[in-house]
T-cell receptor, first 113, second 113 residues
């Protein structure tokens, strides 16, 4: 199993540009989520999904959109990038069992100029 | 509103020493308390986790101590090694079907040889 994969690994955008961060998992996990990590701020939940077709907002959802059309994929869209969205983004997944591990991807480092 | 407070922000320990990281929470609905370890350029990975029905859990050199009445939990790393140098995050999750994790801000541990 590849686990949780994210692309791209690095990205530089200009203010106002749009892009999609890709996330895929091959473990048939129902739950997927997106976090952003900023220095001294820990990991903050952006959006999450408990299954295909179901998404909900986390702690910091503004400026981001998500959709979940398949179990495997959970893309994160930035419609109009802002410098405040410069961060490292992590995707994570877990199965339905309450106390099982949440697996994180390797991250995407995004810089918005 | 920070629901999980983690301290210290950074910690320097000599090889063979004990590393102690503390977390405190406010939400009494939390029912699962994992610790994640993150190496530079990598995604967080589950290190050890505890449920509030036990006061201590040990896995190798890593121990979680949990004090339900004080709403505090801590990670102890015995015989700390340079390879343990990483950022450590405590987290907490509410019970039920909500899989969302709330993270502390992280502790950068450096173990000197």
């Amino acid at each position: 199993n590849a686990g949780v994969t994210q692309t791209p690994k690095f990205q530089v955008l200009k203010t106002g540009q749009s892009m999609t961060l890709q996330c895929a998992q091959d473990m048939n996990h129902e739950y997927m989520s997106w976090y952003r990590q900023d220095p001294g701020m820990g990991l903050r939940l952006i959006h999450y999904s408990v299954g295909a077709g179901i998404t909900d907002q986390g702690e910091v959802p503004n400026g981001y959109n998500v959709s979940r059309s398949t179990t495997e994929d959970f893309p994160l869209r930035l419609l109009s990038a802002a410098p405040s969205q410069t961060s490292v983004y992590f995707c994570a997944s877990k199965d339905r069992a309450s106390y099982n591990e949440q697996f994180f991807g390797p991250g995407t480092r995004l810089t918005v100029l | 509103q920070q629901q999980v407070k983690q301290s210290p922000q950074s910690l320097i320990v000599q090889k063979g020493g004990i590393s102690i990281i503390n977390c405190a929470y406010e939400n009494t609905a939390f029912d699962y308390f994992p610790w994640y370890q993150q190496f530079p350029g990598k995604g967080p990975a589950l290190l050890i986790a505890i449920r509030p029905d036990v006061s201590e859990k040990k896995e190798g050199r890593f121990t979680i101590s949990f004090n339900k009445s004080a709403k505090q939990f801590s990670l102890h790393i015995m015989d700390s090694q340079p390879g343990d140098s990483a950022t450590y995050f405590c987290a907490a999750r509410s019970g039920g079907s909500n899989y969302k994790l709330t993270f502390g801000k992280g502790t950068l541990l450096t173990v000197n040889p």
